[in-house]
């Protein structure tokens, strides 16, 4: 591994800007795997892709110094992959999008990107612009020559004075060299944007569950019922019946409906993934399947069970030790395997193909494209 001194680091502006830049990004973690955020302000905002932060959590965030931070979902950009994941304020730098922000940039020129490769925390690559403005599905991408990897996506695109070319969003599978990010000038918009949701009221941060609940302070309730609130202030669900004295509730979007209970030191979430008929019930190649589907990280760690005809999705915690922010997330992928896995499943547990292969991967979500182009988001 390389050292370098003070003196080295001060003689070189471009190491010195990597070094200020490496300080500024965080790793980004939740049970799907690790991509990478950056510091966008000192109020503790974090800007990464759309497909790392895809709901509001929550997320373990790592800062370069080593810290440990829960982090919350804000919004996420319904036309680019962006996101907003917050954290608690950090009194560390951050990449300022209203004045460190680049579209001057050409082919040929030398960029750098910073991330979490592989798994490789907080390492720096460098390669060059290859085409500025490469249009993919209408939208217009930086592509560049530069090594991107699983763990990379969310991270920053700079040049050699640390302006801020891009946002790694993609790369093209089975092939070298060919990265793609979103645009500097596009992910400074859509902060501004999200910041003028937050200050209208529009958009708001659950910064409570930031703070990790105490159980010896804080009924198991109580915090269930904060966990509630937050997702149905952020939209993801509405309340159809509570009775919030027993911990129980039961939440609905679109045709889904969540129960939760919190009852005699468990927590519990559960909801109605698809109906299962009486062939399905005898059949085991299907029994056995979903057994090995159960618990793994293709559903975040969430449990299968056979119900009344009914194929449901779980989640169980003690209510000792439990915070806000683990209450949300148990929450918020219940509703979203009910939401979307039903799809999924069918495809998984009967076709066996390629798209269940597919469907199987939380590491790395495909990105749609005609099949003779093998695009893969990272």
Known sequence: METTTMDEVLSDPVRAMMRLRSSQIVAIQDTKGVGTGVLVGPDGWVLTNKHVAPSIGPYRVVLADGKDMHGVGVHQSAHHDLAIVKIAPSTGSFLDLGAEVTDEHHVGEEVYALGHPRGCRFSVARGIISNPYREIEKEY??????????????????????KLVGIVTMMLSN?????????????????????????????????????????????????????????????????????????????????????VR????????????????????????????????????????????????????????????????????????????????????????????????????????ILTLPTDEAWRRM
Not at 142 to 162: C, E, F, K, M, Y
Request: net charge negative; aromatic share 6%; charged share 20%.
């Open 141 to 162: 991408f930086i592509q560049t020559d530069v090594n991107i990897n699983p763990g990379n996506s969310g991270g920053p695109l700079v040049d050699r004075a640390g």
């Open 175 to 259: 092939a070298q060299g060919l990265g793609f990010a979103v645009p500097g000038h596009v992910a400074a918009d859509y902060l501004r944007y999200v910041r003028r949701l937050v200050r209208h009221g529009v958009v708001k941060v659950p910064e409570a569950l930031l703070q990790k609940a105490e159980a010896e302070q804080v009924p198991a309730e109580d915090i269930v019922r904060q966990a509630v609130n937050a997702l149905v202030e952020a939209g993801k669900a509405s309340i159809e019946e509570e009775k919030p004295e027993e911990g129980f509730f039961k939440l609905k979007q679109r045709s889904v409906v969540v129960e």
């Open 262 to 365: 919190c009852h005699e030191g468990l927590f519990t979430v559960s909801g109605q993934l698809a109906a299962v008929g009486p062939s399905e019930r005898a059949d085991a190649r299907f029994l056995t399947k979903l057994l090995e589907l159960s618990g793994s990280r293709d559903v975040g760690g969430a449990s299968f069970s056979l119900r009344e005809g009914a194929l449901v999705a779980g989640l169980m915690r003690p209510t000792a030790g439990l915070s806000g922010l683990e209450a949300l997330w148990a929450l918020d992928l219940v509703l979203h395997l009910a939401l979307e896995w039903p799809t999924k499943l069918h495809a998984l547990l009967f076709s066996g193909g390629p798209q269940a292969q597919a469907s199987a991967d939380p590491g790395y979500p």
